[in-house]
């Protein structure tokens, strides 16, 4: 299978919108199911070998450790209990309306029972309408649902090889279903306050001051798949600084700016993998340098922090 298939925007933007507010549904669960960790990190999903996964949650309220999986090979959803009860349901031929409808009654039936304090879309143009009340999103193509997730788990292993090269606090790589991107963030231990007008979600996400990275699919806003990169508190003179490669950009999303590399240049690329983790190392440098970061302190190559095992990686078991 080629590194990067293409999946442009144009071809399954319905299924997208669909699959977007499936996953803010489960999303909204694990949410509701799970203990909070800082900056959200107890919310995302996580790639599988078949799909994306809330991990084990539950076990309070009397609730029994559940999991949901979305399996984008076989096209089903199952729900998953510890006492190895499981439940399924396929993905196609779903409404969202219909969706929430066979979620909470697979939940029902290995004894969940789980309430959502606002089920709704979360920043979505139809935030306004009921989950249960969604029947315009209706598609559904699994050749395409099948693509995303080849890309998905493809862009998850270069940012895992990313992230190995530090060693100070940093996210898991993951998926989050707001934005439908995935993720790994590297922090200081800088506290930050966000402005007056931040709310609860911003407010706790960068609390700390971070450089972030990413991936996501494409939007109204921007559409087409890209990779992206960003600091938050953004540092003066970031954007004064080279981005590599020179096809990589500016671009204002919401009340700050990413730096950007179109997915289809990668693609083109002569080496995609290392056109990437230059892009990201590039930002990341850049934005490190200008906050005072201590880069060398914080460089974890190959992933090794041990001294002797820098010196002779052979000897590592």
């Known amino acids: 299978m080629d590194l990067f298939p293409a999946i442009p925007l144009s071809q399954w933007r319905d299924s997208k919108e669909t699959l977007h507010r499936f996953t803010q549904i489960v999303g909204k669960i694990r949410l509701a199911s799970s203990p909070r960790r800082n900056h959200w990190w107890n919310v995302p999903f996580h790639v599988t070998g078949r799909g994306i996964t809330t991990r084990p949650m539950g076990g309070v309220d009397g609730n029994p450790v559940f999991t949901i999986d979305f399996d984008f090979v076989d ?148 559409p087409r798949p890209a990779f992206y990169a960003y600091a938050a508190p953004e540092p003066a003179g970031l954007a004064g600084r080279p981005l590599r490669p020179a096809a990589a950009h500016w671009v204002e999303r919401g009340a700050g700016r990413l730096a950007t590399l179109d997915y289809d240049d990668v693609r083109g690329s002569a080496n995609p993998r290392e056109t990437v983790l230059d892009f990201l190392g590039a930002l990341y440098g850049s934005a490190a340098a200008l906050d005072g970061w201590d880069v060398e302190h914080l460089a974890s190559p190959g992933g090794i922090t041990d001294p002797l095992a820098r010196r002779d990686p052979k000897g590592t078991p």
Do not use: M
């Open 75 to 222: 096209h089903w959803l199952t729900v998953s209990c510890l006492d190895g009860s499981t439940t399924s349901f396929p993905l196609l031929g779903q409404s969202v309306a219909s969706f929430y409808r066979e979620t909470f009654a697979a939940l029902g039936r290995i004894g969940v029972a789980v309430t959502l304090p606002h089920p709704h879309p979360y920043t979505l143009p139809d935030a306004h309408r009921p989950f249960a009340e969604d029947t315009e999103h209706a598609s559904y193509d699994p050749f395409w649902v099948n693509r995303h997730w080849q890309v998905l788990s493809q862009v998850g292993l270069v940012l895992e090889d990313f992230a190995s090269g530090f060693s100070g606090k940093i996210s898991p790589v993951h998926l989050f279903w707001h934005s439908y991107d995935i993720a790994v963030t590297r922090f200081s231990d800088r506290s930050v306050e966000p402005g007056p007008g931040a709310d609860p979600v911003t407010r706790e996400a960068y609390s700390r001051e971070v450089i972030s990275c990413g991936f996501w699919f494409g939007d109204d806003a921007y």
